[in-house]
């Protein structure tokens, strides 16, 4: 089982980019999958989820990325993509990706809610 997250760059402030997490040897729409992002220095923080597609698909986002950022999942490409528009200094981060078959009734925003964890890929945003 393996979670390969990419997409990461260095953008200035005010752009976009996505970030992808796609896995093998599970089936995303199977689990609740999540994004997280470690900043030099701090711990890493919840930024998006996509619960399974039993659960709706029901996404939830950080108060700091709120309609700005996007979580999306392609079922067929067994893929989670996290679109990130209007991009920020403070939105500077190595962005790990993590998916979990469990599921709980919170809003699963603590990463030891995830048990798979990709490799992390940085986003470097300039202002």
């Known amino acids: 089982v393996q979670l390969q997250a990419s997409g990461g760059g260095s953008v200035q402030a005010g752009d976009s980019l996505r970030l992808s997490c796609a896995a093998s040897?599970?089936?995303?729409?199977?689990?609740?999958t999540a994004w997280f992002r470690q900043a030099p220095g701090k711990e890493r923080e919840f930024v998006a989820n996509?619960?399974?597609?039993?659960?709706?698909?029901?996404?939830n986002y950080a108060d700091s990325v709120k309609g700005r950022f996007t979580i999306s999942r392609d079922n067929a490409k067994n893929t989670v993509y996290l679109q990130m528009n209007s991009l920020k200094f403070e939105d500077t981060a190595v962005y790990y990706c993590?998916?979990?078959?469990?599921?709980?009734?919170?809003?699963?925003?603590?990463?030891?809610?995830?048990?798979?964890w990709g490799q992390g890929t940085l986003v470097t945003v300039s202002s």
């Open positions: 993590g998916a979990t078959e469990r599921h709980f009734l919170g809003l699963m925003t603590g990463a030891d809610d995830y048990s798979l």
């Open positions: 996509i619960r399974r597609s039993l659960s709706s698909s029901t996404t």
């Open positions: 040897g599970r089936t995303l729409s199977r689990m609740t």
